[in-house]
């Protein structure tokens, strides 16, 4: 961990900028690029090579022994390069969506005081505890998806309903439109966690419970997929759980003083295309 800190602090001085340039149009590191990956490579194959090694593997429900344990539909296992490129990925870049989705969260609860009145109850009963920290993760990227547009480029000739996207067309996925349709989320403007209680509870395929899956990106390397619970949303649960117990929120007529039922949240650049969003 401390090998991937110095990586980070070192990607923020200006010498990194140069790295990048020199690197523009070289499909592999080159230069000093090359030299800091060996570096970090080094220690984070030691640390994959020391986790296959535990005879508690199957045992243990950290990120890294999932993504070990993660398996194809032909039942293949990710080889050391494919865990590390998951490793590294969710080390380096999956914190920023997790503080995020943490964030929206509290905002979230602070403006709907019902919801934080029974996470907290729940929590310190110990009734349930973990199924009112997931509804709520849940609900929040439901609500507040911090990715809200993926982008992914179509492989072969497609169709949907009535549009053809041809081979090699961009698309992109509104995942934020997806979640506030009322035909899959009823009153879908509302934050409710409790509706996925009416929805089973939460992810039924995620590698949590089922051990995982994995896929191929579109140039054609395994990855693991529907991690759930496992990545950020358990890492965000965990916080979220140790929290809400002690936090020292106003009341709920205080919330409700300071953030009205109703408010509202109106896009800066007009669009006939872009609703409101009740808050």
């Known amino acids: 961990m401390q090998t991937i800190k110095r990586v980070t602090a070192l990607s923020t001085t200006p010498i990194a900028k140069l790295t990048e340039f020199r690197n523009l149009g070289h499909k592999e590191p080159v230069g000093l690029l090359r030299r800091v990956l060996a570096v970090l490579d080094r220690h984070t194959y030691g640390l994959i090579s020391e986790r296959r090694r535990d005879p508690g593997l199957a045992k243990r429900d950290d990120i890294l022994s999932l993504i070990m344990r993660a398996q194809t539909e032909d039942g293949e296992a990710l080889s050391d390069q494919e865990v590390r490129d998951e490793l590294l990925t969710l080390i380096l870049a999956g914190f920023e969506t997790t ?32 199924g009112h920290v997931e509804r709520v993760i849940l609900e929040t990227m439901r609500n507040r998806p911090v990715i809200p547009v993926v982008g992914r480029r179509v492989q072969v000739p497609w169709r949907l309903g009535d549009f053809g996207v041809p081979a090699g067309a961009p698309i992109s996925v509104s995942v934020l439109l997806v ?101």
Not at 101 to 119: I, T
Not at 260 to 272: M, Q
Request: glycine content about 12%; hydrophobic content about 30%.
């Open 179 to 279: 979640h506030h349709r009322e035909d899959v989320y009823p009153d879908p403007f509302a934050y409710r966690p409790d509706r996925w209680l009416e929805r089973g509870g939460g992810t039924k395929a995620s590698a949590g419970e089922s051990g995982g899956g994995s896929g191929r990106d579109e140039g054609g390397r395994r990855t693991v997929l529907n991690p759930g619970p496992t990545s950020g949303s358990r890492s965000a649960g965990a916080r979220a759980a140790a929290w809400a117990p002690r936090w020292p929120w106003p009341s709920s007529a205080s919330c409700s003083a300071q953030w009205p039922a109703g408010s509202i949240y109106r896009p800066s650049i007009p669009s006939p295309n872009v609703r409101s969003i009740e808050m």
């Open 99 to 130: 503080a995020n989705s943490l964030a929206w969260s509290w905002e979230r609860l602070v403006r709907n005081p019902g919801a934080y009145d029974a996470l907290r109850e729940g929590v310190r009963s110990g009734q349930d505890a973990e």
